[in-house]
């Protein structure tokens, strides 16, 4: 279950990064798009990781969206790179003897 989930974020993440990379394709339109879809991402972040992180993690993917010629980052996957291989679980667990 835990795995289907951790994919399930993975590819909804790459969605998301494409979503936000399209208004490259679009001069002059995709900078208005990006007034509507920076909120949107910033929101959809913080829904899918929840603490801090996905509090520091939704203001980051709505300054890379906001910002003109930051939609190249992929806040979404690189998220999903933090929290599920590059994240160190600080629980410690102690053997019974």
Known sequence: ?????????LLLGLLFDG?????????GI???????WAPIAGWLMTRMYKGNPGK??????????????????????LMWLYTYVFK?????TIEES
């Open 30 to 36: 995709g900078e208005f798009a990006d007034l509507i």
């Open 88 to 92: 160190v679980d600080k629980t410690i």
């Open 19 to 27: 979503i936000g990379m399209l208004s490259l394709l679009i001069p």
């Open 56 to 77: 520091i993690a939704g203001f980051i993917a709505f300054i890379e969206e906001i910002v003109p010629g930051l939609d190249v980052i992929p806040s979404f996957t």
């Open 1 to 9: 279950m835990i795995k289907k989930k951790k994919y399930q974020l």
